[in-house]
């Protein structure tokens, strides 16, 4: 992987420029031009390491969001979660060992919004969704030191 690519999964985990030209920041910042900032986000995103840049704010401020559950067919799993992943409301899923197998979270401009996406998901999938909506606020740092040798 080259260098750059390292540095823009790494370094920009935290502390995104917020300035009128985030991208030219971070070139200036690594040294390099702004085109080829977003040319290793494209790549980044096409392999599939990268599936958003963009902000994450705590849950209630702006917005509503929630963690949602579903059970689905292990035969069925791998083309629910690519479904659920193509939603630009949807920035992560994941599998667990449960009944409820497949777990992600949404997040949308507004409870209505959210309640569409899920009721689509449901719709395309044959499957119900389990809205988990949160009670007691964590804050789990998701940032992770990507460097290696």
Same mark, same amino acid.
């Given at each position: 992987m080259a260098d750059l690519n390292r540095h823009?999964? /790494?370094? *920009?985990?935290?502390?995104?420029?917020?300035?009128?030209?985030?991208? =030219?920041t971070m070139a200036q910042a690594l040294g390099?031009?702004?085109?080829?900032?977003?040319d290793g986000l494209r790549t980044?995103?096409?392999? %599939?390491?990268?599936?958003?840049? %963009?902000?994450? *704010?705590?849950?209630g401020r702006i917005g509503a969001s929630t963690l949602v559950a579903m059970a689905v067919p292990a035969e069925?799993?791998?083309?629910?979660? =690519?479904?659920?992943?193509d939603y630009?409301?949807? /920035?992560? /899923?994941?599998?667990?060992?449960?009944? *409820? /197998?497949?777990w992600f979270v949404v997040a949308a401009a507004s409870e209505e919004q959210l309640r569409a996406v899920l009721?689509?998901?449901e719709r395309r999938t044959g499957l119900k969704?389990? =809205?988990?909506?949160l009670l007691t606020e964590y804050h789990i740092d998701l940032g992770f030191n990507l460097t290696w040798e």
């Open positions: 823009l999964l /790494n370094d *920009f985990q935290r502390d995104f420029p917020l300035t009128p030209t985030p991208y =030219a390099v031009t702004e085109e080829q900032v977003l980044l995103t096409e392999a %599939g390491m990268v599936s958003r840049v %963009g902000p994450v *704010f705590r849950p069925r799993l791998d083309e629910v979660a =690519a479904l659920v992943s630009h409301e949807v /920035n992560h /899923n994941y599998e667990r060992e449960h009944r *409820f /197998n497949l009721q689509d998901i969704t389990l =809205a988990l909506p």
